[in-house]
């Protein structure tokens, strides 16, 4: 096989792949579980915001607030108790928790809204954007 060839394949089956797959490539550090989670395109414990854009997309809104010196952060993916994902809450960069009520959503963007309105400095939105 010439060495062109070669490399139209590699391309290929490269372009073949999904993106979750594509991304699990070059992240070696992910675990099976989290992995798995990925490629069903749902999330776990742990995932970090880059590995959760890749798996359910880019989030609606995003809000942040600073809880006991932990950078906490908040993106909602959907409004609507019918989404399969309606929320991921990331503690210091990392999943902690998902889909949780309505209460608890309102909660943590008056809490955020509060920050804003005292002068503290809130935890920093990162672009959403892919």
């Not at 290929?12 to 992240?27: N, P, R, V």
């Not at 776990?44 to 590995?51: I, Q, R, S, V, Y």
């Not at 990392?94 to 804003?116: D, G, I, Q, Y």
């Amino acid at each position: 096989m010439k060495p062109l060839h070669f490399v139209f394949l590699v391309v290929l089956i490269m372009g073949c792949a999904s993106h979750q797959e594509k991304y699990l490539t070059y992240h070696p550090e992910i675990t099976g579980d989290q992995a798995q989670a990925i490629l069903g395109e749902t999330i776990t414990f742990g995932l970090d915001k880059e590995a959760v854009r890749v798996s359910l997309g880019v989030p609606k809104k995003v809000f942040g607030y600073m809880n006991e010196g932990k950078q906490m952060e908040v993106w909602v993916y959907s409004e609507f108790e019918w989404h399969p994902y309606e929320n991921a809450l990331f503690e210091n960069g990392k999943v902690v928790s998902w889909n949780f009520p309505k209460s608890v959503t309102r909660e943590l963007k008056e809490r955020a809204a509060k920050e804003l309105l005292s002068g503290k400095r809130p935890a920093e939105e990162s672009s959403v954007e892919s």
